[in-house]
């Protein structure tokens, strides 16, 4: 009796187990499959450096802190850290990365990615390293990243990005390390960026070299920078001067033609009823 009470009890805590595994399946979280699948359409591999990352491998790509995919770190079954630099990959940044929305670190640094930085990534709340550096990103650095309040490093350097710096990213207190380095940017650096001091660290002019139209401190100031505003005002009253010159000397030249014609038309008209000798 107490053998057969025995084994049921067995019987029933296998039954129990598999129920757990029933209801919690090692699967990765749906955000995460999503994510990854996406992000991977959106990406170009010529050299084909992603080949682990398979459809099957995004339902499941966790195995405690390893993944399944090449460039992943997980932790607790999520998508941790994505590593994929210098992998010769192409294409774009898929929107749909913010849905990896337990990523602490994303590097896809030195790639030939090309398009804007989604805006969605504001959506990557634990975000403390990105690191976009040596693509080929166009359009400007979008101001909403200034939500990722953990993010601690910003590298954007050799891309080609336009406009301002965002004012908001000063409001990034974590930020230590900032690199907009080689870009197109214009406009005046934020003197929340530029002029960090105090327990924040001070970005000096080489996170901002190589964007010949941006200026301020601690780049040369606008005055510096090419022709300087009294150069230009010299310029316009120069040439404002030397138009009434030109004016001027025509005028004086039209008047003593205008004299001359005159005055020859007058010996003219005596020489003409003068009598012939």
């Known amino acids: 009796m107490k053998k057969h009470h025995h084994r049921q009890h067995h019987h029933i805590s296998a039954v129990f187990l598999l129920l757990i595994l029933h209801v919690h399946p090692s699967t990765s979280d749906p955000s995460d499959e999503a994510c990854l699948s996406q992000l991977f359409a959106s990406f170009q591999d010529p050299a084909h450096n992603l080949k682990n990352w398979t459809q099957p491998n995004f ?10 995919l090449q460039g992943a770190t997980c932790n607790n079954g999520r998508i941790f850290r994505l590593s994929l630099s210098s992998l010769s990959l192409q294409g774009t940044i898929s929107p749909s990365l913010s849905k990896c929305n337990n990523l602490q670190t994303l590097d896809l640094s030195s790639n030939s990615l090309s398009g804007e930085i989604p805006s969605e990534l504001k959506d990557l709340s634990n975000l403390a390293v990105l690191n976009l550096s040596g693509n080929r990103l166009s359009g400007q650095i979008p101001p909403s990243l200034y939500l990722c309040a953990y993010l601690n490093v910003i590298d954007l350097h ?42 924040l660290p001070r970005f000096n002019a080489t996170s901002f070299q190589g ?67």
């Open 59 to 68: 339902a499941n790509p966790c195995n405690g802190f390893d993944s399944h």
């Open 158 to 199: 050799r891309n080609q990005l336009v406009g301002p710096i965002p004012q908001q990213l000063g409001l990034l207190v974590r930020l230590n390390t900032f690199d907009v380095s080689y870009n197109k940017l214009s406009g005046v650096i934020p003197p929340s960026i530029g002029n960090r001091s105090g327990t």
């Open 211 to 277: 964007n010949k139209d941006l200026y301020g401190y601690p780049l040369e100031p606008y005055k510096n920078r090419g022709l300087s505003v009294m150069a230009i005002v010299g310029i316009g009253l120069g040439s404002g001067l030397l138009s009434l010159i030109v004016s001027f000397t025509v005028v004086c030249i039209w008047l003593k033609v205008s004299e001359q014609k005159m005055a020859a038309a007058e010996e003219g008209k005596i020489s003409h009823h003068m009598p012939d000798y």
